[in-house]
DNA sequence: ACAACTACTGTGCACGTTCACAGCGCGGTT
DNA sequence: AACCGCGCTGTGAACGTGCACAGTAGTTGT
């Protein structure tokens, strides 16, 4: 009698509650909800009513406990936090990765690592167990988590090459330095001769293999001039443009090795009174919602964020499983705008 | 011996091995660890210096099971998520509540209930007690998740005035109709006399709170032909101008109620031949990154983001600890640039 | 007819932690 | 001298679930 009544005091119902409900033992209950192996028909059929009628959920920390998963998955972002919302991208592949995931029931916790103290709570907390996995979205090489992740054993996925690592940790990437000769041999087509690059920081993947693209294109025409470094900030393509010019007035075209740079380097193309696309073409990198709301609108190269997000997920339920370490390189392709 | 081999197979050391380590049992371990009260200095270091050396951290699973509490909090964002990444604001409230809370060591799960689906399971998932609380980002009123958590009992926080519910839920937002109010003098006091207003949905307070404060400093002169309704989108900030143009010709002055829908704005009116601001004076709404990105940089209102996140994670622990809801509005300010 | 197999079901244990309780020695008050 | 309170400690629950195992009934094969 006390008993009922205690139970009756609980007000989330456990396993228990659905059991005596639908007249079955715990582990029928468990194997009704979990694949339905080896369960009656009249079973199943009690079980499921069972769980309409008491509201019943399973209770993810006891579930955790026992099978020694977390069954969530970490997001992780080491760019500074400024970034999350100047840059689309990021968003797009949170949001991206979030959205599959979703369906599989499997929550995404967000975590920065941009500052040394968040990277020492970062780790802590991923090696407590908190997750199974970390999508790892970290452009510049040589952060320390990344090996700090590897070392705990944790499956990790990372977004783009993992310069250093390319062997150990998985990785999903579009295929940048293609993508970069496709945009640059377009400029070309279209009568260009003095291509200009603002690239990403050298430390990067899109950085390296973007310019290394371009090279590819216009061999020894590409003289060092026609070359300034970005940080894939709108700012930092401010500067890199205003560079260019400086050095080499006469340019009629620039490859910007994203599209967020691209639109700062067209507000400076514009205030020196240059038109784009009649006296300088200029072609971005990303295809973010960036590239169709500046004037005029950006020939860009698309990457294929769905697909990215998508074996990005795929690579790391992969290693979850017990796999290995996969990578997946993803094509680009050309978007023609107004912009050249 | 058999059970030493097996305990040492497992790779994650438990409370019982930091308290063989430290020679202590369970229960002084986990009270050096949580708040140390009532353990003796002697134990309290023995206990630290054991956590140490066997790289102890508490199994989260475990402590929720018998603490009832997940620890962790839910960001859910209902809003379509292509607003996710074309609205910085969502990102900055984003960053702002992770950053926050990661200070607390409270992960955030990102959740999104834009369609019927995805409401549905994140309804079942946080009912499922995966978390504490939630911070509901979800401007449009009349969403059933809303009531579906209140329900079932769970702490909420709304970002922005949840109409109708504002006695129940507790909810962070900037002073909206007085930022409003702020614009459109300072409008008036450039010597603007037609001013129309771009606003938000008629079911978000944003939309209500800030024509509202349009209204207030014009009264008559407030006639229906200078008020357009846009979306809070990019698209819908430029379908919403043209119709004003269409509608009012002489306008010499528009407060637009986002930045984004500014942004919009803007462009129609680069395209109409309009100079801004020596024809028309543009005023946006949020000071969010877009505001400083566009040519001119646009006078706008700032929504005080930072306060706006840390209040709205107090009145969420607040709630957690069992305090009842209670609402925080705050100032918001107005930022000059050449846009007016 | 008996054994072997199949399909299904119930029960005990373990996961790792916190909490309530009881026990212990020790100094101070009645 | 007996008692009480205090600071500290160890121990036995309990949280709710999945899994291995044993057990039952019914069916098939020799």
Chains 1, 2 share one sequence.
Do not use: W
């Amino acid at each position: 009698m006390s008993v009922e009544r205690s139970k009756a005091a609980r007000n989330r119902p456990t396993i228990h509650d659905v059991a005596a409900a639908a007249g079955v033992s715990r582990g029928t209950v468990s194997r009704a909800l979990n694949g339905g192996r080896n369960v009656s028909p009249a079973a199943l059929q009690a079980v499921l009513k069972a769980v309409r009628t008491t509201g019943y959920v399973a209770n993810p920390a006891a579930r955790s406990l026992v099978t020694q998963r977390a069954h969530s998955v970490a997001f992780v972002l080491t760019e500074p936090q400024q970034r999350l919302f100047e840059d689309p991208n990021f968003s797009i592949l949170l949001q991206g990765c979030t959205q599959e995931l979703a369906e599989l029931d499997v929550p995404v916790l967000l975590m920065t690592a941009s500052t040394e103290v968040e990277r020492k709570r970062t780790s802590r907390f991923i090696a407590a167990g908190h997750v199974d996995g970390v999508l790892l979205v970290s452009s510049h090489t040589g952060n320390p988590l990344l090996e700090e992740l590897r070392d705990s054993g944790i499956p990790v996925v990372a977004c783009g090459k993992p310069i250093g690592h390319e062997r150990q940790v998985a990785y999903a990437a579009a295929d940048d330095r293609s993508g970069a000769r496709l945009m640059v041999e377009h400029l070309r087509s279209r009568g260009r001769r003095r291509i200009a690059t603002i690239t990403g920081p050298p430390d990067t993947p899109g950085g390296v293999e973007r310019l290394a693209g371009y090279r590819d294109v216009l061999g020894p025409e590409a003289t060092q001039d026609l070359i300034a470094h970005g940080d894939y900030s709108r700012a930092g393509g401010e500067a890199a443009m205003a560079t260019l010019l400086a050095r080499a007035p006469d340019l009629d075209a620039v490859f910007v090795a994203s599209d967020l740079m691209a639109a700062g380097a067209l507000n400076v193309l514009h205030d020196s009174g240059r038109r784009v696309p009649q006296d300088v073409a200029v072609g971005g990198f990303d295809d973010s919602s960036i590239a169709t709301s500046t004037r005029p609108a950006l020939t860009t190269v698309r990457q294929p964020f769905q697909r990215i997000t998508r074996e990005m997920v795929r690579l790391l339920l992969e290693q979850i499983q017990g796999e290995p370490p996969a990578a997946s390189i993803l094509p680009t392709e050309l978007v023609v705008r107004a912009s050249t």
